[in-house]
Structure formats: C-alpha cells, structure tokens
C-alpha cells in the first residue's frame, strides 16, 4: 500500500482525483490519505484511512482546516506504509521544499516545473536527497504532458547513448494559437485575444497564461531536457525569443511554430519562433499536439514522440502513470 497526499486540488488536481477515484479498483494499493489547497486542507487523521474521493470537494469545503504546510507534510510523512507527495502547484515555495519532503522520507511527483528549471542548487539538491534517502522523483508531465518525453530521455542517457540535438514543439498552447490562427487567418477570424481564451478554457494554459505566452513555459521545458542531457543550462542566460500577440506574420505554404532546441553538441540551446514550410513534419500537427525529436547517436534518424501536450487529462495521466511507477515497488 502506497500512501498520497496531495498539494494543489485545482485544474489539474481535481483531474487527478478524479482518475485515480475512477480507477482506484484497477489500483487498490494506492490511497490518498491528505489533500490541501492554498486555503484548506483535509487530512484522513488519525488513523491513514483512505479519503472519500466521491466526496472530496465537499469535504474539503465543509470540513478542512486551515491549510499548514508543516502539519501536513509530518502528517504525511509519519504514514506506516511509504508515501508520495504529489505537488500540483505552480508555487516556487512547495518547489523549494522537495529536498526537505525527501528528506523526511517521501517520495515525489509533479507536474510543476520549478524546481527543475529554476536555480541549478535546488535541482542538484533534490538530485542529491533523492539518492541519500532511497526516494523517487518523478516529473514526467513537466514536459509533454504525459508524453513519455522525460522517462525516454532519461533512458537515452542512462543507457550511454550520445545526444546530439532535441527538437520540438513543447507547447500546448501555442501550437494550438498557430493552428487556430493558420485556420482563421488575421482578417476575417478569431482575434488572437479570443483564441487566447479558448486555449484557457480547454486547460492549456499555465495558472498565469502570460507564462506561455512570452516563452517561459517552453523555455522551463528547455532548461528541464537540457539538464538531464547533462547540460548547465540556466532561464537566465538561455536565448528565447519572445511572441508578440499582435497580427501575427502569415506567409503563403507556411506556418509559424515556435521551437525549442537543445543542442549539447553546439551548445546552441534557445526558444525561437519560426516559420516553416507545410512540408516540414512539426508544420504537420494539429489541435494542442506537441512534437519532439531525439537525434543520438543511436538514432541519426531522430526518434520521434508526439501527442497531446497540454490539458489536464493528459496532464494528469503522466502524475498517475507516475505513482503507479512508485506503487509498483511495494
Ligand atoms: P491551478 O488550477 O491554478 O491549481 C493550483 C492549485 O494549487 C490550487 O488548488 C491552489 O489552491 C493550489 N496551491 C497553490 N499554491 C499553493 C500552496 N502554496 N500551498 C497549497 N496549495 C497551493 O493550476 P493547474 O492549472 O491545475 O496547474 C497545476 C500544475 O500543473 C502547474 O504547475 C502547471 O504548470 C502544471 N502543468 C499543467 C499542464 C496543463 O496542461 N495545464 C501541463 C504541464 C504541467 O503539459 C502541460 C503543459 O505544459 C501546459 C502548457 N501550458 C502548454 O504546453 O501549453
């Protein structure tokens, strides 16, 4: 039996929740046993009985308490069987607080790309707890969604392969403003305001969708891939270039995309938005797809994922498929 608590019950959260009520007889050995928001949070004291997950927005609203942090992380980390915190923020401060919750012997996942984009000390830290304390961090849906981009990565490096460059599109958002606006053209369609809202609505977006909009998403997405290909790479030095939301350029049998590139063999990692012909395979995605390509020294042809990148059912499923891998060693 693997204990949950989980901080941030929103877009995302409750998807989760939901995924895991739906499916919990297919996995019984996973309970959640804690949920908090920044405001309130319910906790299955004293005795780490599974939480009603039919019920759980009532609950929640009718009987939580004041939500702290440090009561709720002793309370989860004093389980009798082991335990994962799931973080479904997008707060720096719960981020910074991963070596502490490894520390205290959980294990950990999320979808929140903080900790692995920002300061290189806290990624290296987390690294470091990770592996003194014998507990498992897994991130999956900090790129991709639940695109198996990080576990392919990971397995690329692990197993001594060489990368020489990873390509893509890893917005969600974006890539669904360009195809709605190919679609509509600057004229006669949506404004780019209205599609900009829609992406909201569907559950593209970060909390803060200005986040995708300059390029910080795709640029965290970036700083994350290139550090698990060994790079030192840094939001603050790494080239991005911004998108501005005004009539955007549209030129005949072309499309715009904005791309990410890691390169550790130039060293030209950056952000940038171009256009591309119709022919050109990232030319060719639809709705909020993303598309990423590994070339290595294994595959000179790249190895190529693509999928839906954004929205919380996917989102979701990378957590999920993330615990499952934690549960599955107990
Ligand atoms: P919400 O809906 O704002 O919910 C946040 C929850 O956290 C709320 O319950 C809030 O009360 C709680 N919270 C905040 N601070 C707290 C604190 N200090 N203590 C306790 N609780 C706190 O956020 P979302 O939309 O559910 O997002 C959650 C996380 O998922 C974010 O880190 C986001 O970056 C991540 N995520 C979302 C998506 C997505 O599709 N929406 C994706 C990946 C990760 O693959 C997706 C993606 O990259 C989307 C991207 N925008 C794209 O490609 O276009």
Redesign the pocket.
């Known amino acids: 039996m693997v204990n949950i608590g989980i ?7 409750s998807e989760l929740i939901s995924q895991l009520a739906t499916y919990a007889s297919s996995v019984p050995r996973i309970s959640v046993i804690a949920l ?3 405001s309130k949070q319910l906790l299955s004291t004293p005795n780490y009985s599974p939480l009603e997950l039919s019920t759980w927005k009532q609950t929640l609203q009718t009987q939580g308490n004041t ?1 702290n ?1 440090s009561v709720f992380i002793d309370y989860v980390s004093n389980s009798p069987t082991p335990a994962i915190i799931i973080d ?4 720096q ?2 981020a910074s607080q991963y070596p502490l919750f490894l520390e205290k012997g959980l294990h950990v996942v999320t ?3 903080k900790a692995f984009s920002s300061e290189a000390t806290l990624y290296k830290e987390i690294i470091e707890e990770a592996k003194k304390n014998k507990k498992l961090v897994f991130n999956e ?2 790129v ?2 639940g695109l198996p981009i990080i576990s392919t990565l990971k397995d690329l490096v692990r197993t001594g392969d060489k990368i020489n460059r990873i390509e893509g599109i ?4 974006l890539s669904y403003i360009f195809n709605e606006f190919s679609k509509s053209g600057d004229d006669n369609g949506q404004k780019f305001s209205e599609i900009v809202t829609v992406a909201k609505n569907n ?5 803060d969708p200005r986040d ?1 909009l300059n390029g910080l ?1 795709v640029a965290r997405k970036v700083v994350i891939l290139g550090r698990i290909a060994g790079m030192n790479l840094s939001l603050d030095t790494l080239p991005v270039e911004n998108i501005v939301p005004e009539p955007l350029p549209k030129n005949n049998n072309q499309v715009l995309r904005y791309v990410g590139v890691i390169d550790p063999v130039c060293g030209e990692s950056g952000v940038k938005l171009v256009s591309l012909p119709l022919s050109h395979p990232f030319a060719t995605l639809k709705g909020s797809d993303n598309m990423i390509a590994f070339t290595t020294q294994r595959f000179p042809n790249p190895l190529i994922i693509q999928g839906a ?4 059912a996917v ?1 979701a499923f990378g957590i999920f498929s993330d615990i499952l891998k934690i549960a599955d060693r107990f």
Do not use: C
Not at 203 to 207: A, D, N, R, V, W
Not at 309 to 312: L, M, S
């Open positions: 901080i941030g019950v929103g877009l995302v959260g908090t928001n920044s939500a942090l479904n923020t997008s707060s401060e719960i979808p929140n790309k849906s900090t991709g969604a890893f917005s969600g958002t559950g593209y977006t970060e909390p995708d998403d990148g954004a929205g919380a989102t």
